[in-house]
């Protein structure tokens, strides 16, 4: 059964900093995804990532895989206000299906 | 407009009485699923669809059905709610092993 686990859950960071968020996965998963909550609203698609040492950047956000380490990573390049959010990873250990395991969060605040 | 709709958006009922809350898609995908969202357990999926007629467990179903006869509808049924049921439910599609598209989200509270 894969699990996946997030760090850290809450992230409070400056304006103009780097951070990194971890997501660690227990077997083998053939994707990984991202995805981005605002308080009270629905999830935004992040990033798909489905191969190893797949690196995808969109702004001031970078997500890559590693599947040998079963970890991917979203950096956060000179934060601004508007990436507070909060932010999830899913798995998914069967291609071809949609059984996905979401990590439980990391809440971002990004303080002036 | 691409999207996803889930009817109600909020809804409070009593233990027992059984409710549908309704998902539509007008992207064609073949991939639905149902999700619920709690404080401190991130987004559990309770079932999901890759094709009409076909359905499969998620990881927390009980107390759910689902049934998808037609494409671009994904019902969820709740039979006999119960207070542990209260959540903020999401629905999403997906043309398959690609970003998936969420809906508005439904909270229920059962009483």
């Known amino acids: 059964e894969l699990k996946v686990e997030q760090n850290p859950l809450f992230l409070s960071m400056q304006e103009g900093k780097n951070y990194t968020i971890y997501c660690n996965y227990s077997t083998t998963s053939d994707r990984l995804y991202w995805y981005r909550q605002d308080p009270g609203k629905s999830l935004e698609s992040l990033f798909v990532?489905?191969?190893?040492?797949a690196v995808k950047q969109e702004g001031r956000l970078m997500a890559s895989l590693d599947t040998k380490a079963r970890l991917s990573t979203l950096h956060i390049t000179a934060a601004v206000h508007d990436l507070s959010a909060t932010y999830f990873c899913?798995?998914?250990?069967?291609?071809?299906?949609?059984?996905?395991?979401f990590g439980t969060g990391t809440r971002l605040t990004i303080i002036p | 407009e691409a999207q996803v709709t889930q009817n109600p958006r909020y809804l409070i009922t009593v233990t027992g009485k059984k409710l549908t809350v309704t998902c539509s898609q007008n992207m064609n995908h073949e991939y639905m699923s149902w999700y619920r969202q709690d404080p401190g357990l991130g987004l559990r999926q309770i079932y999901y669809s890759m094709n009409v007629e076909v359905t499969d467990k998620g990881d927390v179903p009980e107390g759910y059905k689902v049934s998808r006869k037609e494409k671009r509808n994904f019902p969820l049924i709740l039979e006999s709610p119960s207070p542990n049921q209260t959540s903020l439910y999401f629905c999403?599609?997906?043309?398959?092993?690609?970003?998936?598209?969420f809906g508005p989200g439904t909270r229920l509270t059962v009483l």
């Open positions: 999403a599609s997906s043309p398959g092993a690609f970003e998936q598209f």
């Open positions: 899913a798995g998914s250990s069967n291609f071809g299906n949609e059984k996905l395991t």
């Open positions: 990532l489905l191969s190893n040492g």
